[in-house]
């Protein structure tokens, strides 16, 4: 048995959840996302509260229980509330500015880069943390792992762009003798 899948989806009132033909629509506040559903895993509809159930309980179906239950929480937690990720940039001379739909960084490199944020995505900077805002997790997290791999972050002097929760481990460096 799942753990995950047997737990039900709290629905508030502002999020109306349509589902028909293994497509499941979300709406509320914030936007609108869709998402198709496998057909071995089914959905049970109330006023407050979405199941997810299955029918058998092989190895796969299991895992195709517990991942629908948490992409579909997720969907509603982001249609009513939102996701963010803060990114942080830290080096001599690294910066970022917003410039129409586009990020420019300047990251040590002979040229700037442009970084074109996806649809649905929307980005703040502060100095030198970058906020990303979002209503699909899984694009936030998506776009948040591509602007770190721009420079991640070395461990001499962690130069590059980080996660703000992240903490790198730092290394010694040479010592003289």
């Known amino acids: 048995m799942s753990r995950v899948g047997k737990k039900p989806i709290g629905i508030s009132e502002k999020v109306k959840i349509t589902y028909s033909d293994n497509v499941l629509s979300v709406q509320g506040d ?17 006023k407050e509260f979405l199941t997810v159930s299955i ?23 982001g249609v009513s509330k939102g996701f963010e990720r ?6 001599i001379g690294y910066r970022a500015e917003i410039k129409g739909n586009n990020i420019e960084f300047n990251l040590g490199y002979s040229h700037p880069i442009d970084f074109p944020l996806p649809e649905g995505i929307a ?7 970058i906020k990303l805002i979002g209503v699909d997790k899984e694009l936030l997290g998506y776009t948040a792992s ?15 762009i980080k996660y703000a929760e992240e903490h790198i481990q730092r290394k010694a460096g040479k010592t003289a003798k």
Do not use: C, Q
Request: net charge positive; hydrophobic share 35%.
């Open 146 to 160: 591509t602007i770190r791999a721009l420079r991640p972050p070395e461990p001499y002097k962690g130069k590059g």
């Open 123 to 129: 980005a703040k900077i502060d100095k030198n943390i």
């Open 86 to 91: 803060d990114l942080e940039i830290n080096g």
């Open 30 to 46: 914030k936007g609108i996302l869709t998402r198709t559903i496998h057909p071995d895993v089914h959905l049970n509809i109330d």
């Open 55 to 77: 029918d058998t309980m092989d190895k796969k179906t299991r895992s195709l229980w517990g991942m629908t239950r948490a992409l579909i929480a997720n969907m509603v937690t």
